[in-house]
Structure formats: structure tokens, C-alpha cells
């Protein structure tokens, strides 16, 4: 059997057969697959450690009939910091479902599998805004983030206060055109700013202030919309990580009220 050896991202695993595991694996050179790593879960198989979920490692693999066989893998990084928590892994699994559902099989995408591996040291270290950088970036790289500067509709370049996302005219209007379309769906101006900052890859540019989970939120929840208006179907885990982010901003509700709150 002819084999070949590629780096890449395990964006899913599951039990196979007895001791087997089925893998998604996201391959800088070949995209997306998946791939049988055969006895993975007996306690002193090699590739135990390595058929976990989230860790990035230089596969060699056979190609097989149906589905590619792991004969050997060296891990890069397991992002370890991914399982301290279960918010974390809410995360993960969330990146990992997106970019499983946003690439083609045997695709290879080198942006995205650098996107992919970037985000996923970033929740491993515990950067709460990850996610929302990840998905900015992604549906720029589709060619899907929607124009920022002006108003989808009338083209007003100087939008003041609130604008509106409307999936109808694929992007955002001004509060005439909202009114105008029936569209009201209003998004905070410090919103717009983490989506434009985020959408240029501007890492300097840190979000700040006490309400920056609720905004980080707002952004979050806009992505989501815009990607599932391209997939035009439901994520499974975007309800557990937007519930690992209410958790967030309770914890930030509780700072300002214990800050403001007299000595
Ligand atoms: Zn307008």
C-alpha cells in the first residue's frame, strides 16, 4: 500500500469497531479525510495519544480502499490547554465542527489549516476572543464578510449610530434603510469595531472595558449568522459555546457590580 505522510489537525474522533478510532483529520497537503487508526484505544497503542481530538501531529498514512490507515504519528502540539476546561473544549469542538463543515474533502486549504492550528493555541492558552477572531477570519478568507464601510442598501458611507444586519440585502444597512426594510436587528457601533478589526487579522488591536464579553458575544453571534446563512444549516455546538459565554459575562456582570458596588 502507498503511503504518504502530511501534517494535520484531528477535527474529530470517534470510536470504531473494538479498539479502533475513526478520524477526521483537517491535512495541510491533502485537506480534510478521515482515516482509521487501527487499535488506537488498547492503553499502550502508539497512536493513542495521537487519535484524540484537537491534537496536531505529522500523520503517515496508507491509503486504503475507502478510508486512509494511520501507521504512524509524531505529535507538534496536543494543545493540552484545550482540556483544563469545559469551556475550552466547547470552543474546540466548535472551530473543529466549522471548519469540518466549511471545507471540501481532499481540499487542501493551507490558510485555513494555519487559521485552524492558530486558534486552536489560542484556546488553549485561554484567549477569550479565539473564536470570533477564528470565524472573522474565515469568512474573509471565503470571500463572505459582508462590506463594513457603507450601507448595503442606500450606500451611505458615514453611518452613525447603530447599523442592522440584514441577510437579506448580505450585509449591513443604516437605521433609515433598516426602518425602510423592516429590518431591526441593531448592532452597537464597539461591535462593528471588534468585527472590523478582527476581519483585518489586527492582533494589536486588544478589546477592552468591562463589557467585553457581552460585545465579544454580539460579534460572535453576527459570525454565526453569516455562516450559517453560507452553510444555510444549523451548527450543533454553537448553543454549548454560547452558553460557556454567558458564563463569561455573568463573571463580568459580577466585577462591575462588586467594583461599583460601595466599600
Ligand atoms: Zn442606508
Aim: charged share 25%; with cysteine; net charge neutral.
Amino acid at each position: 500500500m502507498p503511503s504518504y505522510v502530511t501534517d494535520a489537525i484531528v477535527t474529530a474522533s470517534r470510536r470504531y469497531g473494538e479498539a479502533d478510532k475513526l478520524l477526521v483529520l483537517f491535512t495541510l497537503e491533502k485537506g480534510r479525510l478521515s482515516a482509521i487508526a487501527k487499535s488506537a484505544r488498547k492503553p499502550k497503542s502508539s497512536l493513542r495519544g495521537a487519535s484524540e481530538s484537537f491534537v496536531r501531529a505529522k500523520f503517515e498514512l496508507a491509503v486504503g480502499r475507502t478510508l486512509d490507515i494511520v501507521r504512524q504519528v509524531e505529535i507538534l502540539d496536543p494543545h493540552l490547554g484545550i482540556r483544563e476546561s469545559w469551556r475550552r473544549l466547547q470552543f474546540a469542538g466548535h472551530v473543529a465542527e466549522i471548519v469540518n463543515k466549511m471545507s471540501e474533502e481532499r481540499m487542501p486549504d493551507e490558510f485555513q489549516y494555519n487559521l485552524l492550528s492558530d486558534t486552536l493555541v489560542g484556546i488553549s492558552n485561554g484567549r477569550d476572543d479565539a473564536v470570533v477572531r477564528f470565524k472573522a477570519s474565515l469568512l474573509d478568507h471565503m470571500g463572505v464578510f459582508p462590506d463594513l464601510s457603507a450601507c448595503a442598501k442606500c450606500g451611505t458611507e458615514r453611518v452613525t449610530g447603530d447599523v442592522h444586519l440584514a441577510m437579506t440585502s448580505h450585509g449591513f444597512l443604516c437605521s433609515e434603510c433598516a426602518k425602510d426594510s423592516q429590518v431591526w436587528h441593531p448592532i452597537p457601533m464597539k461591535v462593528l469595531h471588534i468585527l472590523h478589526s478582527f476581519r483585518n487579522g489586527d492582533e494589536t488591536d486588544r478589546v477592552e472595558g468591562d463589557d467585553v464579553a457581552e460585545a465579544l458575544g454580539q460579534a460572535d453571534d453576527v459570525l454565526t449568522t453569516l455562516l450559517q446563512a453560507f452553510l444555510q444549516q444549523g451548527f450543533k455546538t454553537s448553543g454549548a459555546a454560547k452558553h460557556a459565554r454567558k458564563l463569561d459575562q455573568d463573571r463580568d456582570n459580577n466585577n462591575v457590580r462588586n467594583k461599583t458596588e460601595p466599600q
